[in-house]
């Protein structure tokens, strides 16, 4: 069983940054492949970013490119999002995401993933 905790999110103006966090249990986190998912209010839920267990390929939605970064830090059982340059289309509430599978090649499609967060809401005023 794995549970995983997100924060960092709040209120923030465009041009701002934030850095969500996403604790996660489990003694095996380090071979999970993570993510990080969206959802605006009466939209589906979008994949964003997420990170190869071994950290070696990192995946990004088109909008995020070069403004969101994806990093694990395997000794703290941590997932982080470093999110710059947000614009008001950047508001949702952001989960975090663990895949046990062996394969990731839908790694932008949430059936792809086992477990969630509960999520954490990221507004960002104009």
């Known amino acids: 069983q794995v549970q995983l905790v997100e924060s960092g999110g709040g209120l923030v103006q465009a041009g701002g940054s934030l850095r969500l966090s996403c604790e996660a249990s489990?003694?095996?986190?380090?071979?999970?492949?993570m993510g990080w998912f969206r959802q605006a209010p009466g939209k589906e839920r979008e994949f964003v970013a997420a990170i190869r267990w071994n950290g070696g390929y990192t995946y990004y939605a088109n909008f995020v490119k070069g403004r969101f970064t994806i990093s694990t830090d395997n000794a703290k059982n941590m997932l982080y999002l470093q999110m710059n340059s947000l614009n008001t289309e950047d508001t949702a509430v952001y989960y975090c995401?663990?895949?046990?599978?062996?394969?990731?090649?839908?790694?932008?499609?949430?059936?792809?993933?086992?477990?969630w967060g509960q999520g954490t809401q990221v507004t960002v005023s104009s």
């Open positions: 489990g003694r095996t986190f380090s071979t999970y492949n």
């Open positions: 995401a663990a895949s046990t599978r062996t394969s990731f090649l839908y790694y932008n499609a949430p059936m792809t993933y086992d477990y």
